[in-house]
């Protein structure tokens, strides 16, 4: 009975680990979009206020795309932002 109460505590302690880490990487990989984002609009001498909102969207674009599978596209990118912009 110990060692069956043991085990619980052992696979809720995985499980959760195992739930940080996804979380750490879905954080780590929105940021480094944002940042792509960003450095991107910077490049092209777009104003601060514009390079974030950009960067935002490609973020939230990325959430959608499961582990990365295929990049985001352009016009996806767009079509965000103007729905965002006409709302």
Do not use: H, W
Request: charged share 10%; no cysteine; net charge positive.
């Amino acid at each position: 009975m110990l060692v069956a109460v043991f085990m619980l505590f052992v696979v809720g302690a995985m499980a959760a680990l195992a739930i940080d880490v996804v979380t750490l990487y879905t954080a780590r990989s929105e940021a480094q979009l944002a940042a792509d984002g960003a450095a991107l609009a910077a490049a092209r001498r777009l104003p601060i206020a514009l390079s974030t909102f950009l960067g935002q969207l490609a973020g939230g674009q990325a959430v959608k795309i499961v582990g990365n599978e295929r990049p985001i596209s352009k016009q996806t990118l767009l079509n965000s932002g103007l729905s965002l912009l006409n709302y």
